[in-house]
């Protein structure tokens, strides 16, 4: 049987709610009222008369395109409501590129409040920060390019609808947090990634608990329990889909790659520099310079660089204390090697500290 037959029942919520996949869906059946926030341009906004919500695997196949089953984003959701039992005026919905077997759940309880988040995710293509250069700008949500990071939060409390929309705001900040922590850079610039440039997230309150709250923020309960569980959950679900997690990001090279620094350009800075008479092989220099790497006095000295830089472009340092503070780095690195110095001769900017960097990492694969 194939992942898209598979019916399988996930998860029964504190709410009752019960969670099946199916379909390449992942469907919260409501067994009551419930506030719903939905940020999905599919029947988006606040509503009180939804009875689910559902994610969806949007790709035809492993490394194809996503289906569209209607011209319009809006008419191919609402045909997939159909296909998944749903009435497509009483639900919304989210799409994705992940794989829904790839789905977290974490949930956490304090006293008679529980939180669950359901998530998927994946940004190794779609990855960026908030305020990166953009180029899309059309009235209707671009049909090719599917939520990566979604989450669906169910919070077994009822809440006003601007505590709600306060608990959509903490949600987000954990999402981020989370990705921060993983050091995830952004595929549009050279910052740190906050998340995709199509994450989805739906929010649900309990109309029907007993329990009323009206804190969301990080000094209430409900706050801190939010942004415990999403942020574990999502990690959990970037590690399930793409491997992200701090093992696969103890490597200098995917700490460098928002600043276009790969094995790539390593390669050919080598070919221009590197040693004539013993040149290296392409595959022996691409596991010497992996391994390199991922060596510990490389990886922790070059964070401490990467940091220096990253507060200079943030305005953080002035160029001074960045030199200083980078060829200090340097020489730590250069003396655990034992190579010669390097110093940071042109004017501190991103360009200048990479391409010395670089010069350091050949000169020790090379030594």
């Known amino acids: 049987m194939s992942k ?6 996930l998860y029964t919520l504190s709410t009752g709610d019960e969670v099946y996949r199916y379909e390449k869906s992942i469907v919260v059946f409501f067994k009551g009222r419930r506030k719903v926030l939905s940020t999905s341009v599919f029947n988006g906004g606040y509503h009180e008369n939804y009875n689910a919500v559902f994610n969806h695997d949007a790709k035809q196949g492993a490394g194809m395109p996503c289906e569209m089953l209607a011209p319009t984003y809006t008419e191919h959701m609402q045909i997939l409501s159909g296909r998944l039992g749903l009435n497509p005026e009483t639900v919304t919905g989210m799409g994705t590129a992940a794989d ?14 529980t939180v669950t988040a359901i998530v998927t995710g994946g940004i190794e293509t779609n990855g960026g920060r908030v305020g990166d250069p953009a180029d899309f700008f059309k009235p209707l949500e ?26 959509l705001v ?26 995709s440039g199509t994450d989805t997230t739906i929010v649900v309150a309990n109309s029907e608990s007993p329990l009323y709250l009206e804190g969301a923020g990080k000094h209430s309960k409900l706050g801190e329990l939010i942004g415990r569980a999403v942020k574990e959950a999502v990690k959990k679900a970037l ?3 793409t491997g992200l997690n701090p093992q696969s990001q103890h490597n200098v090279l995917k700490r460098l790659q928002r600043f276009g620094v790969n094995k790539t350009t390593l390669w050919k800075k080598y070919l221009v520099a590197g040693k004539k008479g013993d040149a290296l092989l392409k595959p022996e220099f691409l596991a010497k310079a992996e391994a390199l790497a991922k060596e510990e006095k490389m990886l922790t000295y070059t964070s ?16 001074k204390e960045t ?7 340097l020489g730590i690195l250069a003396q655990a090697y034992g190579i010669k110095p390097l110093k940071i001769e042109k004017k501190v900017s991103q360009e200048s500290m990479t391409e010395i960097w670089q010069q350091m990492f050949l000169a020790v694969l090379q030594k």
């Open 100 to 113: 829904m077997e790839n789905a977290a759940i974490e949930t956490l309880s304090y006293q008679n409040l």
């Open 170 to 195: 903490t949600c987000t900040e954990a999402k981020t947090a989370a990705i921060q922590e993983l050091l995830e850079g952004s595929k549009y610039s050279n910052g740190i990634a906050t998340g």
């Open 239 to 241: 590690d399930k889909q």
């Open 323 to 329: 030199k200083d503070g980078a060829e200090a780095v």
């Open 4 to 9: 898209d037959t598979v019916t399988e029942k």
């Open 142 to 167: 671009k049909a090719d390019k599917a939520g990566t990071i979604n989450i669906m939060l169910v919070l077994d409390t009822d809440l006003p609808p601007g505590t709600l929309t306060r608990a």
């Open 304 to 319: 401490l660089y990467i940091h220096l830089l990253d507060q200079f472009l943030w305005g953080l340092l002035q160029e």
